[in-house]
């Protein structure tokens, strides 16, 4: 999964690394929406995602092949309840943080920690954004010092290929750890 606030590059980081054409849900934002979608900081976004982005990462050449399929969830808090249904199965996620709206990132995290699905936190690089330091993010989010925190450019390939080998050697660590993760809370996913 990829989840993260919105407009925090969830798309963009599926379509960059998904050798398939992806599945987008990109739909226009409306007048509708405007009072609950804050623009703040992201003045030019005009599309948002309304139920999920799907792509495919094949990685051959890894030290045990692997064939990864892409969710990025939409980023709106309404939407968290598809996130259980995206997380079922999952190896893991990645938290795409935005460091000039950083408060959109405590739901996914937080969720994620619920649910107890391991994930990575990668800051995306926004152009023109201040750059922090990860220590500095880890802080701000108050992660634990086992959830991997890095950098990445969602538009670059190889920058969202790198984030994704760091999920997945992160969820095979965190599975070799300890006890399998809980189940997912139920809600509106089985309704």
Same mark, same amino acid.
């Given at each position: ?10 798309? @963009?980081?599926?379509?960059?690394? #998904? ?18 979608? #804050? ?9 948002? @995602? ?8 094949s ?37 795409? &943080? ?10 996914? &995290? ?9 994930? &990575? ?16 993010v ?12 890095? @950098? ?13 080998? @760091?999920?997945?050697?992160?969820a ?20």
């Open positions: 999964m990829i989840a993260g606030g919105f407009g925090a590059g969830k798309t @963009t980081a599926v379509g960059a690394v #998904s050798e398939i054409t992806p599945l987008s849900t990109e739909e226009y934002l409306t007048e509708a929406s405007a009072d609950v979608d #804050s623009l703040a900081g992201i003045e030019a976004k005009q599309t948002t @995602t309304v139920a999920f982005d799907f792509g495919r990462l990685l051959p050449d890894a030290p045990v092949p692997l064939e990864l399929f892409l969710f990025g969830t939409p980023g709106q808090d309404r939407f968290v309840d598809l996130w259980y249904d995206l997380s079922r199965g999952a190896v893991g996620a990645v938290v795409l &943080v935005d460091t000039r709206r950083l408060e959109s990132s405590f739901t996914p &995290v937080s969720f994620f920690e619920d649910i107890g699905l391991p994930f &990575v936190v990668a800051i995306n690089q926004f152009d023109g954004a201040h750059r922090y330091h990860p220590e500095q880890r802080t701000a989010l108050e992660l634990p010092t086992s959830a991997p925190v890095v @950098t990445c450019d969602a538009r670059d390939p190889n920058h969202v290929a790198g984030v994704l080998l @760091t999920l997945v050697g992160h095979v660590k965190s599975a070799s750890a300890g006890p399998a993760r809980p189940a997912a809370t139920t809600t509106l996913q089985d309704a």
